[in-house]
């Protein structure tokens, strides 16, 4: 039997699950200019694979995923070493303009505004943890732990050699604190190719997995009071030279004066785009205090309680503190569309800017410990505590709306809104098993 080499055009949707078209290799060419016909309630797709109503489109209307050559990934998906292509897409109308509902053009746009206003331009890195799905009965934890690495040896050599492939630059891979958790970074990159690496990073990793016949889950969290998967945005700011300008010694916590006002939109606004963050039910779970996740709206230096953290900076021989000095944005996880958590993250820093915000007041401290009254003092908010409270955040917020069309918006909100339902009937178990299933 013959096997056709096979090229993926993809887009990632409301529930960040990357879905598209496939064709043979040969025709790649073709497809590149052509794209590959798509279908507007697609983008109504949720987490379990339904499509909700209501949704703005219903069963009319014709788009195209137009692919973007600078997104190409090419790697073996199996033993035979035979390579599969991949690249990501804009949703394009028929008449050829972006549609005003694509995931990857509002990231795009916002990368182009901030340009365009600024000169600025963000450079980013997204860290992803996962766990291991296995009936492991053993009374202990092996965090950090040789015997882990160990253990999978082959995931981890497989999933570098894959990421590698696929040109992501695969920084690291490690057992992390949680039960049968890893963690694996890449290289910081531009901010589209950023988002565009955490859209494959995961089905790459998936898919590595269950070739060595694991599975494992990004899912936020996957048994009560169980530990959390995070995603952790990294980002720093260049101007038009390429010089870093996020770091700024004579400020307090380095933050640059730019940075500063930047980092202030992100908190003035992280309530409304905490949905877009953390797009499911169970994501809340994770997002509570002492759990290392992010514990409140608030600014903290070498602090992983913090929603937004100043990561610290290293005096190795060489070190380039200009360079290596970023933020971490610690409130996502993979029930986020990469595309949309970034662009949300540049428009509400770019509205920072815009409005001249002050940097931030830097909480000091160990945060989790501070009584309500000190909480209040440092000025740290809490987290909106479900995901309805955060979609109402977003629902009520004129300005994190303004960002999305309104087709958009609507959207998002029917599609998270049904997923609610849809979950809140199922027993606990069950539901921890559905999103440790989808993700
Ligand atoms: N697992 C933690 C989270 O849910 C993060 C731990 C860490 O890497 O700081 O975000
Ligand atoms: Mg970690």
Redesign the pocket.
């Known amino acids: 039997m013959r096997k056709e080499p096979l090229s993926i055009i993809l887009t990632s949707d409301l529930a960040a699950k990357a879905r598209g078209r496939a064709f043979p290799q040969q025709d790649f060419q073709k497809y590149l200019n052509t794209g590959c016909g798509w279908v507007p309630a697609n983008l109504a797709i949720d987490a379990f694979g339904s499509i909700v109503t209501p949704n703005p489109f219903g069963s009319v209307g014709d788009l195209r995923l137009m692919p973007d050559v600078s997104s190409i990934a090419s790697l073996a998906l199996n033993d035979s070493g035979e390579q599969t292509t991949m690249v990501l897409a804009d949703i394009h109308t028929p008449d050829g303009k972006p549609w005003d509902c694509d995931p990857r053009t509002f990231l795009k746009q916002a990368i182009a505004d901030l340009k365009q206003e600024t000169g600025l331009s963000v450079v980013s890195s997204f ?1 992803h ?1 996962f766990m291991l799905l296995v009936n492991d009965e053993r009374p202990v934890n092996t965090p950090f732990s040789l015997e882990s690495y160990l253990e999978e040896e082959e995931l981890g050599g497989r999933l570098i050699a894959a990421l590698d492939d696929a040109g992501l630059e695969p920084e690291m891979w490690l057992p ?3 039960r049968n ?1 890893f ?1 694996v970074t890449v290289a910081p990159s531009p901010a589209l190719v950023a988002a565009d690496r955490a859209v494959y990073l995961r089905e790459i990793t998936r898919h590595v997995a269950s070739s060595v016949g694991k599975r494992i889950t990004f899912s ?2 996957i048994e009560e009071n169980g ?6 945005i990294h980002v720093s700011l260049r101007d038009e030279d390429e010089r870093f300008v996020t770091y700024d010694p004579s400020r307090p916590g380095s933050l640059s004066e730019i940075a500063g006002s930047f980092a202030a939109g992100i908190l003035q606004h992280a309530e409304a785009i905490q949905a877009i963050a953390a797009s499911a039910p169970i994501s809340y779970e ?1 997002l509570v205090p002492n ?4 514990g409140g709206v608030f600014l903290g230096e070498n602090n ?1 309680e913090a929603m937004l953290r100043i990561c610290p900076l290293f005096n190795t021989p060489g070190a380039n503190h200009q360079k290596q000095y970023n933020l971490e944005y ?1 409130a996502a ?1 993979a029930t986020s569309n990469p595309w949309l958590v970034l662009g949300c993250l540049i428009r509400a820093g770019l509205e920072g800017i815009r409005a001249g915000l002050d940097a931030p007041n830097i909480v000091q401290g160990e945060s989790s410990r501070f009584t309500e009254a000190e909480r209040q003092a440092h000025g740290i908010r809490s987290i909106p505590a479900s995901l309805e409270e955060a979609l109402r955040a977003f629902e009520t917020s004129e300005v994190a709306r303004g960002w999305f069309s309104t087709g958009f918006a609507e959207t998002f909100l029917s599609v998270k809104r049904a997923e609610i339902r849809r979950v809140e009937g199922m027993e606990t178990g069950e539901r921890y098993a559905a999103y440790a299933a989808t993700y």
């Open positions: 860290e943890e992390e604190f949680g958790q963690e936020p969290i530990g959390g998967n995070g995603v952790h994770r759990h290392w996740s992010a992983r610690r996880d």
